[in-house]
């Protein structure tokens, strides 16, 4: 009884499909006519069976044909739009499928609905790992680029500077020429340690400016830029000059380090290049030994020279000449004890020594000045050198500025104030050198007292 039951049903749901399809079109007064039949089928199919199901079905189909029928021709003039409808219906209406098909259809649908929310966090988490990874890849070349930016622009204001510099690499001087050419006049001389400016670089020769010198040089035989800085950094001495009075040179990078010395404003000290750098602070020689002062109360710079010109090289061997001539004889007092004895001298030796002070220690402050006086003296007095200032002065060897032409070139066109008066008190006894009888460049390490730009020892 429960297999005619189903078999009944499945009839009975079979036939509803058929009268669904045959009055699609219909309208809704004509579509409830097969449902009242369907109604009255129901209790036939309750006491007849099977066979009523069969009668129940051809009464569906005629009584649908019947109303088909009426309705036909109120649906002429609609039917061009009705076969458009009923094919678009057929393009894309899901009824004109089987059910098999569309099962198989609504399956696929879910299965790929499913895929893609399993691959949703997947698609999720890729940009985000992709974000990630993308930061990293900008953020490394952000780090590779920077040094390479700063070291296009790290170039200091003295690296600058030394892009348009020249400096001659020998051993004493270089000539420097009218003209590019090694017959043409020799117009000056650049010693070692001068630097000269660059007006035009050439294959052979360069066009330079140096003091009162203009004029050509070998390039063979010279540094230029960023190579002569380094060179002068090697090879000429750095000076520390003092920016405050009452300075504490200590034996320490140190507040708390022992005070050794005491320099005031305008002192000259030699830096020393070799030791180790310590933030804040400056390494200098003072009394044979590295001793530190304050960053923040000096500023260095390498004791660069200028090339001098022929013609003043021959103006001053003409005026030392004639000083030398000028000079009748020699006054000498020598004595053993500094700063009490008094040297008797004409105005000439005071004019004398002022010019070799002002060769030496012109644009120094006045006690770099009095020490380079106080040299020449302690020499008159030693015993181990010349007894008077101008034989000390024109010494061989000793003194380049005289052995040039420099001092007796000064001392023709009369030395400047400061430069008198250092003299003056030298010879009158005045030492603060400790007794030095020599000097150098403070930078060259040499022990002793340092005062300017130079050590006394």
């Not at 678009?88 to 098999?100: D, G, K, L």
């Not at 104030?417 to 030095?436: K, L, P, R, V, W």
């Amino acid at each position: 009884m429960n297999l005619n039951r189903r078999a009944v049903g499945g009839i009975a749901v079979a036939g509803s499909l058929v009268v669904m399809s045959a009055v699609a079109g219909a309208a809704e007064t004509v579509a409830a006519e097969p449902t009242a039949v369907a109604v009255e089928t129901r209790t036939d199919l309750a006491t007849n069976g099977t066979a009523g199901v069969v009668v129940w079905l051809n009464e569906v189909e005629t009584e649908a044909m019947g109303a088909i029928d009426r309705i036909t021709a109120g649906m002429e003039h609609t039917e061009i739009a009705l076969v458009a409808a009923a094919e678009e219906e057929q393009e894309i209406s899901p009824e004109q499928e089987t059910p098999a098909e569309r099962g198989q259809e609504i399956l696929a649908e879910q299965e790929m609905s499913a895929e893609e929310e399993q691959e949703i966090p997947a698609e999720q988490e890729v940009p985000a790992e992709q974000a990630q990874e993308t930061l990293a890849e900008q953020e490394m070349p952000a780090e590779q680029e920077v040094p390479a930016e700063q070291e296009a622009s790290a170039a200091s204001e003295e690296e600058l500077l030394w892009q348009n510099r020249l400096m001659a690499e020998v051993e004493e001087f270089l000539y420097v020429r009218a003209a590019g050419d090694e017959n043409a006049q020799i117009v000056g001389k650049m010693y070692k340690g001068d630097v000269a400016e660059i007006v035009e670089v050439g294959d052979t020769w360069s066009h330079v400016v140096s003091g009162n010198v203009d004029g050509w040089v070998m390039n063979s035989y010279c540094v230029s830029g960023t190579d002569a800085m380094n060179y002068a950094m090697e090879t000429v001495e750095t000076s520390a000059a003092i920016q405050a009075d009452g300075l504490r040179i200590r034996s320490e990078a140190d507040t708390e380090g022992s005070v050794i010395g005491v320099v005031s404003t305008g002192m000259e000290l030699t830096v020393d290049t070799d030791a180790e750098l310590v933030d804040g602070w400056v390494a200098v020689n003072y009394g044979g030994q590295t001793s530190y002062v304050s960053a923040e109360y000096v500023t260095t710079e390498l004791a660069l020279g200028e090339a001098i010109t022929i013609t003043e090289e021959q103006e001053a061997l003409a005026k030392q000449k004639e000083a030398e001539e000028a000079k009748k004889a020699a006054q000498v007092a020598s004595s053993g004890t500094v700063q009490s004895t008094a040297v008797a001298a004409s105005v000439d030796d005071v004019t004398l020594l002022a010019a070799l002070i002002q060769c030496e220690a012109g644009n120094e402050s006045y006690e770099g000045q009095l020490a380079v006086g106080a040299v020449v003296m302690n020499r008159v007095k030693s015993g181990s050198y010349p007894g008077d200032i101008y034989s000390v002065i024109y010494q061989s060897g000793q003194f380049p500025p005289a052995g040039k032409g420099s001092v007796a070139n000064i001392a023709a066109n009369g030395p400047k104030g400061s430069c008198i008066q250092a003299a003056q008190e030298a010879i009158n006894g005045m030492d603060n050198t400790g007794g030095a009888v020599r000097f150098k460049r403070a930078s060259s390490g040499q022990a002793g007292v340092v005062i300017g730009n130079h050590v006394f020892y």
